[in-house]
């Protein structure tokens, strides 16, 4: 199988905090797994796992029940989970939720059972998330350079 | 896809907004939800979802849902409660019978309403939707209620509220506006700086109940336009009254006049208004004022977001209730999903009914209110056919999921209670209530010599927020939670997570104190997604429609002795 390399990204410029990505996280397994965090009141930031290549989170499981997938996502075999709650100190990003859900931390899979990319992103009301390939976020990376349109540029 | 499952599509039931609604279910012709499916190809949202809509699953299979019908809380038989209604209904005369109805019905299900009240000979039929948003059918001039191309074609926008929090799914519309051109401008006023000031270019910070005052000062800048609309006379005395408006206002002369200037002099402009439950003192103007703005702009459009899209009845349930109290009314007979309990207001007057007969998706744990009370279980929106008004038109729509159990729809109800009901009867149904502007003018003239800002170093403003994130408490529960700005929180002497007392006319309630700074000084605010703290809001007869309008309050703050 050809190596899942797109990844969420975040466009800052149209999230308007709505938790939309959150919600639809949570209708369909039960507990959300994209974490939501805060800037400012007016500025706000979801993070969503970035599926690293060396995950970290997959390194401090004593259990092994995290592991990449020969698509290159880092996934959970949450039958396995005893709630040692390693994954979630170990994650650097802190997108892991510190409150277990039925004792079994919650780990973003990309909805891969779901053609269209995960629920988070086609649910975002405001079009900030966005399902890409790493050339294809650079991409845009770099034409919002020559526009000035950073987040902290744009929001007072 | 996975074979076992196909996907249906409808409208989204929980706003006017219009988006749709796909839902994946199993392909066995049980049409039981399996999942909420997000289809690029579908509608003005494309498949986008705000967290209402994500609700969707937690609503139609939640635990509470109601699929018997309840007679004082009592389990019966739907062949025993028809039968009892029709009895009751048969040894009463007409004028003891009261008929109304809410949002969440479909056109075909008003017509029936109208024909079952026109059936019992009762004149007394009325709308009980009272959000401030039901003043924006109410209107001064006749101006075009946007669709989606004026909205995706506009180029500078006038705000009011935060229409953000409450259709999250305009956001993309408004922000590709934004983007588009450097030279599109959001122009936003709000009492709270919401998110959606982080992505306005010019954001001006309104001292509480000062929207209709900015709208005002708005018009009276556009001296020219606004000659053609108001006659001399008031034109006059309102311009007297506006250096007093500015002072209230707490904005430049400058800032309002360069915004007024941008939006009357390009064809692309667009107002844009929404309002929260008990966030304004006066609805009604805020609505009327910001049509009239709205109609002297070059391209005369205005858009107002609202939740729910509801006939007015010509009877006002004001009447209705002024009968109940005197005891001339008996039976009251409702169709929809919730009230009475969104408005615990109401509660002192309902309490008078010997008989109260409404329909409810959930069951609800709150005492019972009139002697004997009949509760029947209702179809949620997604799980009947019919017609429904969205913000941009009127739409068919077909269930996608099999009704539950038990729940029949508004239809369904009246038939059995009436089968020999005559549906060809037409029915009118008025969406709109035309205002006369000098009556509107001597209401603004009043408003603003009335207005005062300095409240007693007591009273604090108490405005209610809400989400679609806090949609019934499904997601985040802030039904327990008050937000303070933290230089009068410091000037009160309270931290974060105190417990205070609010204390307002209607009632008193414990807070856990959160402090933001995103209100203004002396203002508090609390969510009104749910139904307990709206009883801090106390409620009034409007004397311009004759409507139940709730508006914001003032209240006492203690802190709780530990």
Not at chain 2, 259 to 269: A, D, F, G, M, V
Not at chain 2, 426 to 444: F, Q
Request: proline share 4%; hydrophobic share 35%; aromatic share 10%.
């Amino acid at each position: 199988m050809a190596k899942q390399n797109k990844r969420i990204f975040l466009d800052l410029d149209y999230c308007i905090g709505c938790r939309s990505c959150e919600t639809a996280c949570r209708s369909a397994f039960g507990e959300s797994r994209i974490c939501y965090g805060e800037i400012s009141e007016t500025v706000t930031l979801p993070i969503a796992c970035r599926h690293c290549e060396e995950p970290l989170c997959a390194r401090a499981c004593p259990f092994e029940v995290l592991k990449v997938s020969e698509e290159g996502l880092v996934l959970q075999a949450s039958f396995h989970c005893v709630g040692c709650k390693s994954c979630i100190l170990a994650c650097p990003f802190g997108v892991l939720d510190k409150n277990l859900f039925y004792r079994v931390s919650q780990k973003c899979n990309l909805c891969y059972d779901r053609e269209d990319g995960p629920r988070c992103v086609a649910s975002c009301a405001s079009g900030a998330l966005k399902y890409l390939t790493e050339a294809e976020i650079n991409k845009i990376l770099i034409s919002k350079r020559f526009i000035s349109r950073s987040p902290f540029w744009r929001r007072t | 896809m996975n074979p076992k499952y196909k996907i249906l599509t409808t409208i989204c039931p929980f706003c006017k907004y219009g988006c749709e609604l796909s839902i994946q279910e199993m392909n066995q012709g049980n049409y039981k939800l399996h999942q909420i499916e997000y289809l690029k190809s579908s509608g003005i949202n494309q498949g986008r979802l705000c967290p209402r809509g994500n609700s969707a699953k937690i609503l139609l299979s939640h635990p509470k849902r109601l699929t018997y019908p309840l007679f004082n809380n009592k389990i019966l038989k739907w062949s025993d409660i028809i039968q009892d209604i029709q009895k009751l209904i048969q040894n009463s005369s007409p004028e003891n019978i009261a008929i109304t109805y809410d949002c969440n019905n479909t056109l075909e299900e008003f017509s029936d309403i109208y024909n079952f009240a026109h059936a019992l000979k009762t004149e007394n039929i009325s709308c009980v939707y009272f959000h401030p948003e039901q003043f924006f059918n109410y209107a001064v001039s006749e101006i075009k209620q946007i669709d989606i191309k004026d909205l995706n074609n506009s180029k500078f926008l006038l705000v009011i509220g935060d229409i953000f929090a409450k259709s999250p799914v305009i956001s993309k519309h408004i922000l590709d506006i934004k983007y588009s051109d450097r030279n599109n401008k959001i122009f936003y006023f709000d009492v709270i700086k919401s998110k959606l000031a982080g992505f306005a270019d010019k954001f001006i910070w309104l001292n509480p109940n000062t929207e209709p005052l900015v709208l005002l000062a708005l018009i009276l800048e556009s001296s020219r336009a606004a000659k053609n609309i108001i006659s001399n006379k008031y034109y006059n005395e309102l311009t007297k009254l506006l250096p007093t408006i500015y002072e209230f206002l707490n904005v430049k002369q400058k800032d309002i006049q360069d915004i007024c200037q941008t939006l009357l002099n390009n064809p692309h402009s667009l107002v844009l208004v929404a309002t929260d439950f008990g966030k304004t003192k006066d609805p009604l103007l805020l609505s009327l004022l910001s049509q009239l703005f709205a109609s002297i702009t070059p391209s005369k459009k205005y858009c107002s977001l609202a939740l729910a899209s509801i006939p007015l009845s010509n009877i006002k349930f004001s009447t209705i209730l002024n009968k109940i109290r005197d005891n001339k009314i008996k039976i009251l007979i409702h169709f929809g999903e919730e009230f009475p309990y969104y408005y615990p207001q109401l509660h002192q007057f309902l309490i008078n009914l010997d008989v109260f007969i409404y329909t409810s998706m959930l069951r609800s744990n709150r005492d019972l209110l009139a002697k004997r009370n009949y509760i029947l279980p209702v179809t949620s929106t997604i799980e009947k056919q019919g017609t429904i008004n969205t913000l941009w038109s009127k739409t068919t729509i077909k269930p996608v999921i099999a009704p539950i159990d038990g729940a029949k729809s508004v239809s369904e109800i009246i038939t059995l209670l009436h089968p020999h009901l005559n549906r060809n009867a037409k029915v009118n149904l008025n969406y709109k209530s035309p205002i006369d502007i000098e009556r509107l003018i001597n209401r603004c003239i009043e408003y603003c010599k009335n207005f005062s800002i300095n409240t007693n170093s007591d009273d604090f403003h108490l405005i209610g927020e809400e989400s679609a994130y806090n949609y019934r408490g499904y997601f985040n529960d802030c039904s327990k939670e008050v937000k303070i700005n933290p230089i009068t929180a410091k000037k009160i002497n309270i931290k974060n997570n105190d417990r205070i007392l609010l204390i307002s006319n209607n009632c008193q309630k414990v807070f856990i104190t959160k402090i933001v700074n995103y209100l203004p000084l002396d203002t508090v605010s609390v969510s009104t997604d749910l139904p307990d703290n709206r009883l801090l809001f106390p409620i009034q007869f409007d004397n311009l429609t004759n409507e139940i309008m709730i508006s914001s309050s003032l209240v006492k703050i203690q802190k709780e002795k530990v």
